[in-house]
């Protein structure tokens, strides 16, 4: 059997543009795609945490070290600069692959600067 489980996670980015009238897409800094193996055109899924709006599109690369997160297109009605959101792309692997699976989940400050990376999140307690 094989599992869906989550490959890497920008968490906490900073909405840098809205751009309606522009290719339905997200653009991302491409070092931050970079660093979290999230490759151009790959399926993404995008939880606004300022809003609570969630939705799926695809990444595309914004110049290098731009700190830039574009929602665009249609989805450019759920998400404005300012707000933050958490990316994220998933992949499949096989059930016997999940005791040894690691994602890469990168942390963001709020000009999207890296804070940290991980590659397990915390149990939670009650």
């Known amino acids: 059997m094989q599992l869906t ?3 890497a996670k920008l968490h906490q980015a900073s909405v840098t543009h809205s751009e309606l009238e522009y290719d ?3 653009a991302i800094d491409g070092a931050l795609l970079d660093k979290a193996g999230i490759h151009e055109y790959e399926q993404i899924d995008i939880y606004n945490i300022t809003n609570g709006e969630r939705f799926t599109t695809y990444a595309i690369r914004a110049e ?5 997160i574009s929602v665009n ?14 990316i994220c792309s998933y992949g499949r692997i096989e059930e ?3 005791s040894s699976y690691k994602p890469t989940l990168i ?7 890296i804070t940290h ?5 915390p149990v939670q307690a009650a």
């Not at 009605?77 to 958490?86: E, F, Q, S, T, Y």
Request: a negative charge; proline letters at 2%; charged letters at 30%.
């Open 107 to 113: 942390y963001l400050d709020q000009d999207n600067n």
């Open 73 to 86: 297109g249609a989805a450019a009605h759920k998400a404005n600069p300012g707000d933050r959101v958490i």
């Open 24 to 26: 339905g897409s997200c």
């Open 64 to 68: 290098n070290n731009s700190r830039i």
């Open 96 to 98: 016997k692959e999940i």
């Open 117 to 121: 990376i991980e590659d397990s999140i």
């Open 5 to 7: 489980v989550l490959k």
